[in-house]
C-alpha cells in the first residue's frame, strides 16, 4: 500500500508540474539515454611507428626553464668580492681600500664594538642559526625581546619580527588585503613592496609620485562611485602604501598631507621606513618622528633591520590587533626559518646605542647628507643628482638620456668602473625592468653614512666628476 500510494503522489505532482518543467526533464532523461546507448566512437589518434617516434624525440628542443642568461659583459655576471669587514672602506682585494658610497649602513653601526661584542656574547648561547620558523621551535627569548624593544623603541603596543627584510613588506601587506580590497599606492614604491600588492590580489591604484592633489582626485572618483552602491563600499577596506624615503628616488613622502587625505577618506596607512628608520626625527623614528606626527595616525610601519641596524631582518609595528595577526597570516614569518639569534642580540644593541646618541648621530647624518648634495649638483652639466637634501640615499642620473634604457646603463656602468679606478665604491641601481610597475630611470645610487668626513666627501665628489668627464667629456 505504501508504495502505491508513493506513485500515486509522484503521478500528482507530475501533472501539477508546469509544461516547461516537464520539457526540461524530458530532454534530461533523452539526454541520459543516449549517454549509456551512443556507440563509442574510434580514436582518431595517428598511430606512429617506433621510427618515427625516435626521429620527433631527436628533433625536439625543449624551451629553457629560465631566460637565457644576459650577455657575457652584463654588470651582474661580474659581482665585485669584498674582503674583510664592509665599513666606510671596502677591500676588493687590489690592495687598495675603496671609499665606500654604495653601501646602506647610513650609521655605520656595524663596526661599533659593542655590536659585535653582543652577537658573539650570543652566539656563544645560542649557536649560528634557529633552523626553524618562530611557531616551530625557531622562537628563542633573544626574539621576544627584541620585539618587545622595538614596540617599546616605536611607542607601539608590538612588533613582529621576519628573517628576511625582503619578504617584510612583502608578506605583510598580503596579511591584511584581500582580494576586493583597493590599495593607493605611491608608483615609485620599491620592489619588496610591489611584490606585497601583487600578493595581495587587491585592486592597486598607483597615484603620480608624491602627487597629493593626483591621490586625491582618485580618491574622490572612487567616493563618487562609493555612493552608487554603499552596500559594496561598506565591503570594501582602502589601504595607502608609502615610503618614508623612497629607495628609488631618495624623496621624502609628505606624510602631513596624506595623512589629512587618510582621515578624509578613511583609509588604513602603511608605512615603509627602511630608509628612514635610524636617518630621522630627533629619537630616530623615522618619519613619523620628524614630522612629529602621532603613531595614532599610522595602522602599521615596516621596515628592515639591514641598513641603519647593520643587520638582517625586518619588522612590523603598530596595535596589537593589527601585528599579532602576521603570527598566522604572514607567511614569511610562518614559514621561514627566525632571524639568528646573534643578529637579533645585535640589533638589540643598536636600539641601546640609538636611544643614548640617536639624535647627534642624526644630526651629524644629516649634515653629511647635505654636503653631499651640495657638491652633487655641480660636478657636470651632463649628470644631475636627485634625492631629498638630508636623504642618505642619492641617484645620479643622465641630465639627458639617449632615449635606450641599456645605452643610459652601459653609460652609467662605466662612470662606476672609472670612479672605482679612482678609490670609490659606487652602485648602479638594479632593477627588475620587466616587472617593475613602474621602472625609474637608470641611475648610480649614491649612498651618505655619517662617519665620512668633509674631506672624504669631497674626494668622493671629485673622484665622481672625474669618472663622468672621462666618460662623457
Excluded at 534530461?28 to 626521429?55: G, N
Excluded at 595614532?296 to 619588522?315: H, N, Q, R, W
Aim: negative net charge; contains cysteine; glycine residues 6%.
Amino acid at each position: 500500500m505504501a508504495s502505491q500510494w508513493n506513485v500515486y503522489e509522484s503521478f500528482q505532482a507530475l501533472l501539477q508540474a508546469g509544461p516547461y518543467h516537464l520539457a526540461l526533464e524530458g530532454v534530461l532523461v533523452m539526454c541520459i539515454i543516449w549517454l549509456f546507448t551512443a556507440k563509442k566512437q574510434p580514436s582518431k589518434l595517428i598511430r606512429l611507428t617506433k621510427k618515427e617516434e625516435e626521429e620527433l624525440i631527436a628533433e625536439w628542443i625543449p624551451e629553457p626553464l629560465v631566460p637565457n642568461p644576459p650577455k657575457d659583459d652584463h654588470p651582474a655576471l661580474h659581482t665585485r668580492t669584498v674582503y674583510g669587514k664592509p665599513g666606510r672602506y671596502l677591500d676588493l682585494g687590489s690592495g687598495d681600500k675603496l671609499l665606500n658610497l654604495g653601501s646602506h649602513s647610513y650609521l655605520n653601526l656595524g663596526e661599533r664594538p659593542e655590536v659585535e661584542e653582543a652577537a658573539l656574547e650570543c652566539l656563544h648561547k645560542y649557536g649560528v642559526g634557529s633552523c626553524g620558523p618562530r611557531g616551530f621551535y625557531g622562537t628563542t627569548e633573544v626574539h621576544l625581546k627584541l620585539e618587545e624593544r622595538l614596540a617599546n623603541f616605536f611607542n607601539c603596543e608590538k612588533a613582529v619580527l621576519y628573517s628576511y627584510g625582503f619578504s617584510t613588506s612583502a608578506s605583510a601587506i598580503p596579511a591584511y588585503s584581500k582580494s576586493g580590497d583597493i590599495i593607493y599606492a605611491d608608483e615609485m614604491v620599491n620592489f619588496a613592496l610591489q611584490r606585497g600588492l601583487q600578493a595581495s590580489r587587491s585592486r592597486v591604484v598607483y597615484f603620480r609620485h608624491n602627487d597629493v592633489e593626483h591621490l586625491e582626485e582618485l580618491l574622490e572618483e572612487q567616493a563618487r562611485l562609493d555612493k552608487k552602491d554603499p552596500k559594496k563600499a561598506n565591503a570594501t577596506r582602502k589601504f595607502m602604501v608609502i615610503e618614508s624615503i623612497y629607495m628609488n628616488t631618495g624623496k621624502m613622502c609628505p606624510l602631513p598631507e596624506l595623512v589629512k587625505l587618510r582621515q578624509k577618506y578613511k583609509l588604513r596607512l602603511y608605512i615603509e621606513e627602511s630608509v628612514s628608520f635610524g636617518t630621522l626625527g630627533p629619537n630616530c623614528r623615522g618619519i613619523t618622528d620628524h614630522y612629529n606626527i602621532p603613531m595614532k595616525e599610522v595602522d602599521m610601519i615596516m621596515a628592515t633591520l639591514e641598513t641603519s641596524a647593520a643587520s638582517s631582518g625586518g619588522f612590523c609595528v603598530g596595535t596589537k590587533f593589527v601585528i599579532e595577526h602576521q603570527r598566522l597570516s604572514g607567511l614569511g614569518y610562518c614559514f621561514s626559518a627566525s632571524l639568528p639569534p646573534m643578529l637579533a642580540a645585535a640589533s638589540i644593541k643598536v636600539l641601546d646605542i640609538l636611544e643614548a646618541e640617536g639624535s647627534d648621530m642624526v644630526m651629524e647624518l644629516q649634515n653629511k647628507c647635505r654636503q653631499m648634495q651640495e657638491k652633487l649638483a655641480n660636478i657636470h652639466d651632463k649628470v644631475t643628482v636627485t634625492g631629498e637634501d638630508i636623504s642618505p640615499v642619492k641617484h645620479l642620473k643622465l641630465a639627458e638620456s639617449t632615449g635606450n634604457r641599456e645605452a643610459d646603463e652601459g653609460i652609467l656602468q662605466k662612470i662606476v668602473e672609472k670612479a672605482e679606478s679612482y678609490s670609490v665604491a659606487l652602485t648602479l641601481a638594479s632593477y627588475l625592468w620587466d616587472r617593475e610597475a613602474n621602472p625609474p630611470p637608470p641611475s648610480i645610487r649614491i649612498t651618505v653614512n655619517k662617519d665620512l668626513t668633509t674631506e672624504e666627501i669631497k674626494k668622493a665628489c671629485d673622484s665622481i666628476q672625474k669618472a663622468v668627464v672621462d666618460v662623457m667629456g
